[in-house]
């Protein structure tokens, strides 16, 4: 996925498919199982160059991402780049390395849920 794509459409929050939403939201509250739920039971979660494969290793990453760092998250922009890709840019603030990133969240639905989350720069 890439956001240099020509077809690409800006959309807002609200044009966000709801999987998504749920996942940012809930992770940005520490709601591990709302942010579990919203991928599918196959997903891939690529995030500091590593993969936490199926609901097990992201349920782990979920829960070792949570409490790491304390940090606040805006949203800034999302565009879609096709029915099923999305990239989300997120603006964080906290504790971490560097105090301050624009990440990118880039995923991929399937069957209603998130089955590709690749988290960078």
Same mark, same amino acid.
């Given at each position: ?8 459409? =800006?959309?807002?929050? $609200?044009? #966000? ?9 809930? &992770? ?15 997903? !891939? =979660?690529? $995030?500091?160059?590593?993969? &936490? ?27 879609? #780049? $096709? ?5 989300? !840019?997120? &603006? ?9 990133? $624009? #990440? &990118?969240?880039?995923?991929? #639905? ?12």
């Amino acid at each position: 996925m890439t956001t240099e794509n020509s077809e690409a459409t =800006v959309i807002g929050w $609200d044009e #966000l498919p709801e999987p998504i939403t749920t996942y940012l939201v809930a &992770h940005a509250g520490r709601d591990t199982g709302g942010a579990l739920a919203a991928f599918t039971t196959h997903a !891939v =979660v690529t $995030d500091e160059g590593c993969d &936490h494969r199926g609901r097990a290793e992201i349920e782990a990453w979920l829960n070792s991402s949570a409490g790491a760092y304390s940090y606040t998250t805006e949203f800034t922009g999302a565009n879609a #780049l $096709d029915t099923t890709s999305f990239d989300v !840019v997120q &603006h964080l603030e906290g504790d971490f390395p560097g105090g301050v990133a $624009d #990440l &990118h969240y880039r995923c991929t #639905l399937e069957g209603g849920r998130i089955s590709r989350l690749v988290i960078e720069p």
